[in-house]
T-cell receptor
Framework: KAGVTQTPRYLIKTRGQQVTLSCSPISGHRSVSWYQQTPGQGLQFLFEYFSETQRNKGNFPGRFSGRQFSNSRSEMNVSTLELGDSALYLC????????????FGPGTRLTVT | GENVEQHPSTLSVQEGDSAVIKCTYSDSASNYFPWYKQELGKGPQLIIDIRSNVGEKKDQRIAVTLNKTAKHFSLHITETQPEDSAVYFCAANRASGGSYIPTFGRGTSLIVHP
């Protein structure tokens, strides 16, 4: 079975722009979560989707948004990029409705200049 | 909100030794505690987890213990090997809306010397 895939793997954007990141979960997994990883703040939870519904959201500003499609693929969007948004963005999927036992993708490395 | 403290931040051991990483959490509502291993350039990988109704769980060379009263949980790796070298993260998860809200520790860099 293919693992969680994330595209693109690397991205460079300019301050003020917006960006969309994509995640394809493991086949059959319906829960998708997003995380931000930085040296300063560590791993932080962004949001979790199940059956196209956002069930939980972390403590991030409204510039961070996401959605999930009927095939469980998910996208996250960051608008009006700031330098501090430079990070590794990780997606994880889970077979269980509880969204535990998560499998992570390799991440998208976003650099904001 | 939840706060998770993880210690030590760096752990250096000789091959064959045991390694122990400890985490404490603050929210008594947290009830699911996974541990992840992250190698350079990769996403975290779930290596073991424990739920609040269990005190200990073992999987070959890896074990996790949980003390709900003291709000701490630990990862134990026995007979360490060089391929165990990685960054390890703990997480405390609180149930919400049918899933979990996770809070992560800051990570422990484990170095196993051959």
């Amino acid at each position: 079975k293919a693992g969680v895939t994330q595209t693109p793997r690397y991205l460079i954007k300019t301050r003020g722009q917006q960006v969309t990141l994509s995640c394809s979960p493991i086949s059959g997994h319906r829960s998708v979560s997003w995380y931000q990883q930085t040296p300063g703040q560590g791993l932080q939870f962004l949001f979790e989707y199940f059956s196209e519904t956002q069930r939980n959201k972390g403590n991030f500003p409204g510039r961070f948004s996401g959605r999930q499609f009927s095939n469980s693929r998910s996208e996250m969007n960051v608008s009006t990029l700031e330098l501090g948004d430079s990070a590794l963005y990780l997606c994880a999927s889970s077979l269980n409705q509880r969204a535990d036992e998560q499998y992570f993708g390799p991440g998208t490395r976003l650099t904001v200049t | 909100g939840e706060n998770v403290e993880q210690h030590p931040s760096t752990l250096s051991v000789q091959e064959g030794d045991s390694a122990v990483i400890k985490c404490t959490y603050s929210d008594s509502a947290s009830n699911y505690f996974p541990w992840y291993k992250q190698e350079l350039g990769k996403g975290p990988q779930l290596i073991i987890d424990i739920r609040s109704n269990v005190g200990e769980k073992k999987d070959q060379r890896i074990a996790v213990t949980l003390n709900k009263t003291a709000k701490h949980f630990s990862l134990h790796i026995t007979e360490t090997q060089p391929e165990d070298s990685a960054v390890y993260f703990c997480a405390a998860n609180r149930a919400s809306g049918g899933s979990y809200i996770p809070t992560f520790g800051r990570g422990t860099s484990l170095i196993v010397h051959p």
